[in-house]
T-cell receptor, first 111, second 113 residues
Framework: DGGITQSPKYLFRKEGQNVTLSCEQN?????MYWYRQDPGQGLRLIYY???????QKGDIAEGYSVSREKKESFPLTVTSAQKNPTAFYLC??????????FGQGTRLTVV | AQKVTQAQTEISVVEKEDVTLDCVYE???????LFWYKQPPSGELVFLIR??????QNEISGRYSWNFQKSTSSFNFTITASQVVDSAVYFC??????????FGKGNQVVVIP
């Protein structure tokens, strides 16, 4: 079945540690997105990518990094520079101007 | 600046009542697309409806309907005869520019049996 797979579902990070969230899609979509969701804040765009080897910063890119080496994959690294990383992270993909498809999310907690 | 505003935060209705969610957007683009998504407790966003900027025809799809008015930059969404399964967070979204997708803060809908 086609879709978007995010892993892991739950992730715990120690202070000062970098962690990487995985996002894979088999929908052959060109565009991929990363969003952060905090209570009462809605979805805020971290990074997005329209094609392989190209990506743009969203509204809250500081403390995050991404790569787009393959069309199917768009991993997000939460670096130690992100001071408040505890949140729900959602990955999405789309093609053209059609609706975006979302993964099931990764809940990241700092311990 | 591109922006999506959903003013109400939580809306409670009794089952079988209608519920309308308001969405106001801002964009400089002449071509853009508007969406409504549903987020059930599981967390994954589910696409509901899509409307482009050059088609103001309002439609009904099952229990869902929407009212798009460019003159007031509004894209309101109505659930008719609500059911408990409609309890979720609903997001309005705007696709603009270089396929950048912006979301509002969401409306928590609680349907009381």
């Amino acid at each position: 079945d086609g879709g978007i797979t995010q892993s892991p579902k739950y992730l715990f990070r120690k202070e000062g540690q970098n962690v990487t969230l995985s996002c894979e899609q088999n929908l052959n979509h060109d565009a991929m997105y990363w969003y952060r969701q905090d209570p009462g804040q809605g979805l805020r765009l971290i990074y997005y990518s329209q094609i392989v080897n190209d990506f743009q910063k969203g509204d809250i890119a500081e403390g995050y990094s991404v790569s787009r080496e393959k069309k199917e994959s768009f991993p997000l690294t939460v670096t130690s520079a992100q001071k408040n990383p505890t949140a729900f992270y959602l990955c999405a993909s789309s093609i053209g101007v059609s609706e975006a498809f979302f993964g099931q999310g990764t809940r990241l907690t700092v311990v | 600046a591109q922006k999506v505003t959903q003013a109400q935060t939580e809306i409670s209705v009794v089952e079988k009542e209608d519920v309308t969610l308001d969405c106001v957007y801002e964009t400089r683009d002449t071509t853009y697309y508007l969406f409504w998504y549903k987020q059930p407790p599981s967390g994954e966003l589910v696409f509901l409806i899509r409307r482009n900027s050059f088609d103001e025809q309002n439609e009904i799809s099952g229990r869902y309907s929407w009212n798009f008015q460019k003159s007031t930059s509004s894209f309101n969404f109505t659930i008719t005869a609500s059911q408990v399964v409609d309890s979720a967070v609903y997001f309005c979204a705007l696709l603009y520019g270089n396929n950048r997708l912006a979301f509002g803060k969401g409306n928590q809908v609680v349907v009381i049996p």
